[in-house]
């Protein structure tokens, strides 16, 4: 048996109840991963709440993204082997004591990358990263305009901006948000909630030539309006709530490309480019030149808590949850 958080009626997270369910055994060409670590996305939240795009009836153990160490593996496995550190994404299943995963899904962890800064690190950062290497194709010196910069995609998406060399122009909802922001790398701070966003870009850097949006909503348009002649805007998520309708005689004045991303699909789509930017990440990653802003832990058993935190859009940064003590060496019998 093991300790897993259960949704079994879809709608708000105090839902989750966290309960002694049996654990899963790998099967043909799967790892099983004692999890040390599991991060809370917001595609938890909304999963959870029957409002994700691919449902996933109840009952079933949320959580999309975790770290751990490989105790099993089935028939069929190569590449992988007990005792290996590894993170790795999927629908569901994450927040449990362990998870059984295809292997060909898992990612080695760097030395000197602790668990709970790998769980936290693949889902967001990776995002970031395909979003700004393959999807924009951002070059040094572009002005990059992150909408909910202080999220963990946007923070993400701060980071690595900045060290593609980037001008980075950070909007979040508040000062503390802002903060994380400019520690990160911002050059520049626009508070969306107090400041109109569109007079606020061209202030401080002249417009924009790409855009990356995790948040949608009411600030898509007027940051897409920033946008100069054969600027990018990147959509990767609808954290509003509200998904945009955007104009596209916009598009047609400016030669604007506008690209959807998801991280689910892309590499079955683009795998060249999936494992190219998979392996410059894990690079920086393990060369310590970035990691995730852990901004709050919390126990398994206070999943419904993490969602909350998530949901209510408190978090600045990754929010973790954590299963262990923090010893990632050992491996159980």
Same mark, same amino acid.
């Given at each position: 048996?093991?300790?897993?958080?259960?949704?079994?009626?879809?709608?708000?997270?105090?839902?989750?109840?966290?309960?002694?369910?049996?654990?899963?055994?790998?099967?043909?060409?799967?790892?099983? *991963?004692? =999890? #040390?670590?599991?991060? =809370?996305?917001?595609?938890?939240?909304?999963?959870?709440? !029957?409002?994700?795009?691919?449902?996933?009836? @109840?009952?079933?153990?949320?959580?999309?993204?975790?770290?751990?160490?490989?105790?099993?593996?089935?028939?069929?496995?190569?590449?992988?082997?007990?005792?290996?550190?590894? $993170?790795?994404?999927?629908?569901?299943?994450?927040?449990?004591?362990?998870?059984?995963? @295809?292997?060909?899904?898992? *990612?080695? =962890?760097?030395?000197?990358?602790?668990?709970?800064?790998?769980?936290?690190?693949?889902?967001? #950062?990776?995002?970031?990263? #395909? $979003?700004?290497?393959?999807?924009?194709?951002?070059?040094?010196?572009?002005?990059?305009?992150? /909408?909910?910069?202080?999220?963990?995609?946007?923070?993400?998406?701060?980071?690595?901006?900045?060290?593609?060399?980037?001008?980075?122009?950070?909007?979040?909802?508040? @000062?503390?948000?802002?903060?994380?922001?400019?520690?990160? !790398?911002?050059? #520049?701070? *626009?508070?969306?909630?107090?400041?109109?966003?569109?007079?606020?870009?061209?202030? $401080?850097?002249?417009?924009? +030539?790409?855009?990356?949006?995790?948040?949608?909503?009411?600030?898509?348009?007027?940051?897409?309006?920033?946008?100069?002649?054969?600027?990018?805007?990147?959509?990767? !998520?609808?954290?509003?709530?509200?998904?945009?309708?955007?104009?596209?005689? /916009?598009?047609?004045?400016? !030669?604007?490309?506008?690209?959807?991303?998801?991280?689910?699909?892309? @590499?079955?789509?683009?795998?060249?480019?999936?494992?190219?930017?998979?392996?410059?990440?894990?690079?920086?990653?393990?060369?310590?030149?970035?990691?995730?802003?852990?901004?709050?832990?919390?126990?398994?058993?206070?999943?419904?808590?993490?969602?909350?935190?998530?949901?209510?859009?408190?978090?600045?940064?990754?929010? =973790?949850?954590?299963?262990? +003590?923090? +010893? +990632?060496?050992?491996?159980?019998?």
């Amino acid at each position: 048996m093991m300790r897993a958080a259960v949704c079994h009626r879809l709608g708000t997270p105090d839902e989750i109840t966290t309960e002694l369910v049996p654990r899963p055994e790998p099967g043909p060409g799967e790892a099983l *991963i004692r =999890v #040390h670590a599991a991060a =809370v996305n917001l595609p938890d939240v909304l999963i959870a709440a !029957g409002r994700y795009q691919v449902p996933v009836p @109840p009952p079933f153990t949320p959580g999309s993204e975790f770290a751990g160490v490989v105790v099993g593996v089935g028939s069929q496995v190569t590449g992988v082997r007990v005792g290996d550190r590894v $993170a790795g994404a999927a629908m569901s299943g994450a927040f449990a004591e362990y998870v059984a995963a @295809p292997a060909t899904s898992l *990612i080695p =962890v760097p030395a000197g990358v602790d668990l709970a800064t790998a769980a936290a690190s693949w889902v967001c #950062h990776l995002t970031a990263y #395909h $979003a700004l290497r393959s999807i924009a194709d951002i070059a040094p010196g572009e002005r990059l305009v992150v /909408l909910g910069a202080a999220g963990g995609v946007g923070l993400a998406t701060v980071e690595l901006g900045a060290l593609l060399g980037a001008r980075v122009i950070a909007a979040a909802s508040s @000062p503390e948000k802002l903060a994380a922001c400019k520690e990160r !790398g911002a050059e #520049h701070l *626009i508070d969306y909630e107090r400041t109109p966003l569109r007079d606020a870009i061209r202030a $401080a850097a002249g417009g924009a +030539d790409v855009v990356v949006d995790p948040v949608g909503g009411r600030f898509a348009e007027a940051a897409l309006r920033t946008l100069g002649w054969g600027g990018r805007f990147v959509t990767v !998520g609808y954290a509003s709530g509200e998904i945009p309708r955007i104009p596209l005689n /916009l598009l047609l004045l400016k !030669g604007m490309i506008v690209r959807g991303f998801e991280l689910r699909t892309f @590499p079955q789509f683009e795998p060249e480019l999936a494992a190219r930017d998979r392996a410059e990440l894990a690079e920086l990653l393990g060369a310590g030149r970035v990691a995730p802003l852990i901004g709050a832990r919390f126990p398994l058993a206070a999943t419904g808590a993490a969602l909350t935190h998530v949901a209510e859009r408190q978090a600045i940064g990754k929010v =973790v949850l954590e299963m262990t +003590d923090g +010893d +990632d060496t050992g491996v159980e019998a």
